[in-house]
């Protein structure tokens, strides 16, 4: 059997194992085992006294890739993006920034969802972590939104959706992810997801507006609220704010001339002004502690994942699928941009079956080679290239519609992880619930991945800048 139907195999029986619920971190790293075993083995004929020499020449191979992968340094920024939304939640900031939000946009129709929405995406410019920031708004936004008449179902879905903000605002944890997997720069991949992640944050409120406005009852606003109580509440979340500029500066000095620093010190400098902050609002031992097993958690399971996932890519690399793919999606007689589309669908029907961040390193070695073929190649220039735009810009533009379509998954059911986050911290909310309260968002979110693909200035003009 030749590598590329190895492959083909290897990749089949993965995919199946993962739908009938095997994590995806074993379940790649198990895929990725057997087609190296199987390719070495194949390559002496199938010789059975040479089927432990095939072993141990793949246990070596897949044995280099957790350390020399993982002990990149692009990657510590995860664990300290996850470390500034805890260390920001336990010290009390997240509530603060709801109160802001809540006394200036709750008097519009349906406006303490709105308000919500602006809050997560203030949440995710700190966090980075979907899951974190939706756990997190459970607690406080919900509660807020029964009282005043709500349906508990619709609050639900508002802050799933708005938890997912943090997959494209930086400092965007799956960015990061996308950023190692295709080799681009982390610093303009994260300066991409700005805009569409505020622009996001913008068609939901829209959203919930339009919804207020036609649904008799949907979302009171709330009013009452002086100009001297909306002014007061601002101060305790200039924190935030100021977290953020500093990552931003570490990562583009819109002053011009060189930035400060690396993505990656940016990051540590954020998770130290985060906890210094913390001291001060009073946090201690016991807070202190949880947020720090909480972070350990999450990248733990993160770290778990690419582990896995890259044992499956070495093996991608020696079945040599992803060029066969490309040479098959680059032989399509069908327009460029028609396939571009069919391949963010087929994200669409991938995430009802696998979390986020498998999603995206399991796809991508095959997927991304793919696309830029379809642009022309990595090298290509703008006036050259079939989307209108060079090589690397290409990359990010299409880094971002993938993280978007990973966001997007983070809602649909049957394992739309947020929803379960938010289901899991409410004990008056089943999982139905929360995937009945987040269908509007569905339209939301085509409608912006749509604009992003009709309109790539959106994603490219700030990381043009740069």
């Known amino acids: 059997m030749?590598?590329?139907?190895?492959?083909?195999?290897?990749?089949?029986?993965?995919?199946?194992?993962?739908?009938?619920?095997?994590?995806?971190?074993?379940?790649?790293?198990?895929?990725?085992?057997?087609?190296?075993?199987?390719?070495?083995?194949?390559?002496?004929?199938?010789?059975g006294d040479e089927f432990f020499w095939a072993l141990t020449v793949a246990a070596k191979t897949a044995g280099q890739v957790p350390h020399s992968k993982v002990s990149s340094q692009a990657l510590s920024l995860i664990p300290t993006f996850i470390m500034i939304g805890y260390l920001a939640y336990y010290a009390g900031l997240t509530k603060a920034l709801f109160e802001a939000a809540k006394r200036w946009?709750?008097?519009?129709?349906?406006?303490?969802?709105?308000?919500?929405?602006?809050?997560?995406?203030?949440?995710?410019?700190?966090?980075?972590?979907?899951?974190?920031?939706?756990?997190?708004?459970?607690?406080?936004?919900?509660?807020?939104?029964?009282?005043?008449?709500?349906?508990?179902?619709?609050?639900?879905?508002?802050?799933?959706?708005?938890?997912?903000?943090?997959?494209?605002?930086?400092?965007?944890?799956?960015?990061?992810?996308?950023?190692?997997?295709?080799?681009?720069?982390?610093?303009?991949?994260?300066?991409?997801?700005?805009?569409?992640?505020?622009?996001?944050a913008f068609v939901y409120g829209a959203l919930i507006i339009g919804l207020a406005l036609t649904i008799k009852g949907f979302g009171p606003p709330v009013s009452g609220f002086t100009w001297r109580e909306r002014f007061?509440?601002?101060?305790?979340?200039?924190?935030?704010?100021?977290?953020?500029?500093?990552?931003?500066?570490?990562?583009?000095?819109?002053?011009?001339?060189?930035?400060?620093?690396?993505?990656?010190?940016?990051?540590?400098?954020?998770?130290?002004?985060?906890?210094?902050?913390?001291?001060?609002?009073?946090?201690?031992?016991?807070?202190?502690?949880d947020a720090l097993l909480e972070t350990a958690k999450l990248s733990v399971m993160i770290f778990t994942i690419i582990w896995g996932v890259l044992i499956y890519v070495r093996f991608l690399g020696f079945a040599d699928l992803p060029s066969a793919f490309a040479d098959w999606i680059t032989s399509l007689t069908l327009s460029p941009m028609l396939i571009l589309i069919c391949i963010l669908l087929a994200y669409a029907v991938l995430g009802m079956f696998m979390d986020a961040i498998g999603m995206l390193l399991l796809t991508l070695p095959v997927v991304y080679p793919a696309v830029m073929a379809l642009n022309g190649g990595v090298n290509v220039g703008a006036e050259e290239a079939t989307f209108g735009m060079s090589g690397p810009m290409c990359a990010v533009w299409f880094g971002i519609l993938v993280v978007?379509?990973?966001?997007?998954?983070?809602?649909?059911?049957?394992?739309?992880?947020?929803?379960?986050?938010?289901?899991?911290?409410?004990?008056?909310?089943?999982?139905?619930?929360?995937?009945?309260?987040?269908?509007?968002?569905?339209?939301?979110?085509?409608?912006?991945?749509?604009?992003?693909?009709?309109?790539?200035?959106?994603?490219?003009?700030?990381?043009?800048?740069?």
């Open 105 to 200: 946009i709750a008097w519009v129709p349906g406006g303490l969802a709105v308000s919500t929405v602006f809050a997560t995406a203030g949440f995710a410019a700190v966090s980075g972590a979907s899951v974190a920031t939706a756990a997190v708004f459970a607690r406080i936004a919900i509660p807020e939104m029964l009282k005043i008449g709500y349906d508990k179902r619709f609050a639900a879905g508002v802050v799933a959706a708005g938890g997912t903000l943090a997959s494209l605002i930086p400092p965007s944890a799956l960015l990061v992810i996308y950023a190692i997997i295709v080799e681009q720069d982390v610093g303009k991949l994260l300066l991409a997801g700005f805009i569409p992640g505020v622009f996001s």
């Open 2 to 47: 030749e590598p590329i139907e190895i492959g083909l195999v290897v990749t089949g029986m993965m995919l199946v194992v993962v739908i009938l619920g095997m994590r995806v971190a074993f379940a790649a790293a198990l895929a990725g085992m057997v087609g190296l075993i199987w390719i070495f083995w194949s390559k002496k004929g199938y010789a």
């Open 404 to 466: 978007k379509m990973a966001e997007f998954c983070l809602i649909t059911p049957p394992i739309g992880l947020n929803c379960f986050v938010v289901a899991g911290v409410r004990d008056d909310l089943s999982v139905q619930d929360v995937f009945r309260g987040v269908m509007p968002f569905f339209i939301a979110d085509a409608v912006t991945i749509g604009l992003l693909v009709a309109f790539p200035a959106i994603v490219l003009w700030l990381p043009g800048l740069a």
């Open 232 to 289: 007061v509440s601002l101060p305790p979340a200039l924190p935030i704010v100021f977290v953020v500029v500093t990552i931003i500066f570490f990562v583009y000095n819109p002053f011009g001339g060189d930035a400060w620093g690396t993505p990656t010190e940016g990051g540590a400098i954020g998770a130290f002004v985060v906890f210094l902050m913390a001291l001060y609002r009073g946090m201690r031992w016991p807070e202190l502690k």
